[in-house]
């Protein structure tokens, strides 16, 4: 007998047990009315994901049973059996599991058996990894569950299965979806049967799920793919080992890919805090640029504030093209000087900065004003600020504490200068929103007369490669310079990368596009005087 699958690739949000029941059973009756005879949900998607420490919570695994109660109270109208995702307390002991819900009643319960503790979830801190079986039958369809892709714990004797399910909640960075497909593939080598995968979709916190649901054939052969980064429902047929229909949603180039992935990540982020909008400053530069492009595709113009600051030293052509981008995307544009705040500030701190150059004081006296300008709007209106440093500033610490890294959300934190470059010029293929000369001109923070980015830092060509190479590589000085990169730039730049990571402690969250974002994946010490051989 034929077995009709559907996949709900959802976006549940992380505690909200009864709207994510809502959400499952919406899906699920929906793929009832298509006649589908299983619905299988991501990983953990009872709860959301990533829970963290909220698994730590007695109440909270208890609320997440009264939650599953209530999903399999609301399925038993239903002719569709739900594959739900959640965490289930045995005595002292917490698993990630996922249970079959057929006509009201809880069949079957599989553990995830690998528990991984290298991923920016750890699982090991919340998990135990299970031992219980992990195979379904619907319609007389053996069906093995795996819970995420690293729990690789395939059966060595194919005959006892038809099809393997893979439900997931692994959240996005570059390159990420190809190391799945290879995943998949391996699955499909070893076991010589189809495989049907869902992901999560949505942005929690720093994280974003790209969702792409999909399935491959005994072969190894992608036969079924949803779009990324939106939620979708998509219906599959299982008959005699093959898999249909055959639909495969058109993959995007990196800069979409990455572009589309910020929007969701800020958008969720604001959707489920509850801010009424955002603001932030704009200098008439480029991270700024590229920050409200994808606030506005993320929220709409009626959301989103800008305000340009100037200050005595800057650029005539920076308020122009300020006022220019602000025109183009149609947001809300005010200008608030800064000269009498610094005024103000000089006279306080006259005798402590008298004859003395001027230098970084004067230079963060000025970031911070406008940081506090930001925030006071913030406090009045609710919105929330949006700060605009890059990862290239972020890792090598040109970024000011209180200043331009005042904020509640950091957007492109993960985002090296040169791929905001990239992403740029690949906004403007859709839509002409940012001028032209923002992207062309040298960078500059416009901190005193005729300052440029390169005055202190390396050409971002080479900046964005160390760091590359030093973080997500886990080279040393030494590799790095033997592939050519000079010797001086390299120490400077790991240096300026190990002293700044006081400063990144206290950034705002941001979107992970990375695999080694600052943050969870990225846990160095503050005090460290490890110095590499």
């Given at each position: ?6 996949l ?25 009315r ?7 949900t ?37 002719n ?35 528990i991984s ?13 299970g ?11 053996k069906?093995?569950i ?51 995968y ?12 790209d ?57 969720d ?5 509850a ?69 103000t500030?000089?006279?306080i ?10 230098g ?14 930001l ?35 950091a ?6 200068k ?78 300026l ?37």
């Amino acid at each position: 007998m034929p077995l009709n699958i559907a996949l709900a690739q959802i976006n549940t949000t992380v505690g909200d047990l009864s709207g994510n029941v809502k959400r499952i059973i919406e899906y699920a009756r929906e793929a009832n009315r298509q006649h589908a005879d299983l619905l299988i949900t991501p990983q953990l998607a009872l709860c959301g994901m990533f829970p963290e420490d909220l698994l730590l919570r007695k109440d909270f695994l208890v609320n997440c049973e009264s939650a599953l109660e209530a999903l399999s109270a609301h399925s038993k109208k239903l002719n569709t059996a739900i594959l739900v995702g959640h965490p289930a307390r045995e005595g002292r002991h917490c698993f990630n599991a996922a249970t079959l819900i057929q006509k009201g009643k809880r069949c079957v319960v599989a553990f995830k058996k690998q528990i991984s503790r290298q991923s920016a979830f750890d699982e090991g801190r919340y998990f135990e990894p299970g031992k219980e079986q992990d195979t379904i039958s619907v319609n007389d369809v053996k069906c093995h569950i795996v819970i995420g892709l690293d729990d690789f714990m395939l059966s060595t004797q194919p005959n006892v299965r038809d099809l393997d399910i893979v439900m997931d909640a692994s959240p996005y960075h570059m390159g990420i979806p190809a190391q799945r497909f290879v995943c998949l593939q391996e699955m499909t080598r070893q076991s010589r049967l189809p495989v049907c995968y869902v992901n999560l979709v949505g942005g929690q916190d720093g994280f974003v799920f790209d969702g792409g649901a999909c399935a491959l054939d005994s072969q190894g052969k992608l036969c079924h793919q949803q779009s990324r980064f939106e939620e979708a429902l998509s219906l599959l047929e299982y008959a005699k080992g093959v898999i249909g229909p055959s639909v495969v949603a058109q993959e995007k180039n990196l800069e979409a890919e990455v572009y589309q992935a910020l929007i969701v990540g800020l958008r969720d982020y604001v959707e489920k805090n509850a801010f009424p909008g955002v603001i932030l400053g704009l200098s008439g530069g480029m991270d700024s640029a590229l920050t409200l492009a994808i606030a506005v595709d993320a929220l709409g113009a009626d959301r989103v504030r800008t305000v340009m600051m100037p200050s005595p030293y800057t650029a005539q052509i920076s308020l122009d093209d300020a006022q220019e981008m602000a025109d183009l995307t149609g947001v809300r544009y005010d200008v608030i000087p800064i000269l009498p705040a610094m005024q103000t500030f000089s006279a306080i701190l006259g005798q402590e900065l008298a004859n003395l150059q001027q230098g970084t004081a004067e230079e963060n006296i000025q970031a911070r004003i406008r940081g506090m300008i930001l925030m006071a709007l913030s406090n009045r209106h609710g919105s929330l600020v949006l700060t605009t440093s890059n990862k290239s500033e972020t890792a090598v610490g040109f970024c000011t504490l209180y200043g331009d890294m005042a904020g509640g959300f950091a957007v492109i934190q993960d985002v090296v200068k040169t791929l905001v470059y990239r992403l740029a010029r690949w906004r403007n293929t859709q839509s002409y929103v940012i001028p032209e000369r923002i992207i062309t001109r040298a960078p500059s923070a416009e901190l005193k007369p005729g300052q440029t980015d390169q005055d202190n830092l390396p050409s971002y060509e080479v900046l964005d490669a160390i760091i590359c190479a030093y973080m997500e590589n886990g080279m040393n000085v030494n590799q790095i310079v033997a592939k050519g990169y000079p010797d001086s730039d390299v120490k400077k730049v790991v240096r300026l990368l190990k002293i700044s990571e006081y400063k990144r402690r206290q950034a705002p969250l941001g979107t992970r596009v990375t695999q080694c974002a600052f943050g969870k994946s990225w846990r160095y010490p503050v005090t460290n005087h490890y110095q590499e051989a």
